[in-house]
Nanobody, 122 residues
């Protein structure tokens, strides 16, 4: 089983920053073998992939967050990160960590965490 646990969400003012973490349980080699991605979900809207990273460390972002968000991974600690800068109210969402398969231009999530809430408001 792959278990993912997110942390780091909270309330932040527009223009502020947050760093989300995702701790993966189990074998470190299994973590290294998987691509990872962050999704966000808000009620009434389609779930959006905001970043994913390959096993080789190549990252991909959609235009909505490119230049503001940075995804990274620490394979030795089986941990995924999402650094979010210049946050906007429209970034408010539940952010979910996933493990899956991907290349430079495609990603498919196989396992999902429970999510961590990010609220951007003045």
């Amino acid at each position: 089983q792959v278990q993912l646990l997110e942390s780091g969400g909270g309330l932040v003012q527009p223009g502020g920053s947050l760093r989300l973490s995702c701790a993966a349980s189990g074998n470190r080699d299994a973590f290294r073998a998987n691509a990872m991605g962050w999704y966000r979900q808000v009620p009434g809207k389609q779930r959006e992939l905001v970043a994913h990273i390959t096993t080789n460390g190549a990252a991909t972002y959609p235009p909505s967050v490119k230049g503001r968000f940075t995804i990274s991974r620490d394979n030795a600690k089986s941990t995924l990160f999402l650094q979010m800068n210049a946050l906007k109210p429209e970034d408010t969402a539940d952010y979910l960590c996933t493990s899956g398969r991907g290349g430079y231009n495609i990603y498919y999530a196989d396992y999902w965490g429970q999510g961590t809430q990010v609220t951007v408001s003045s």
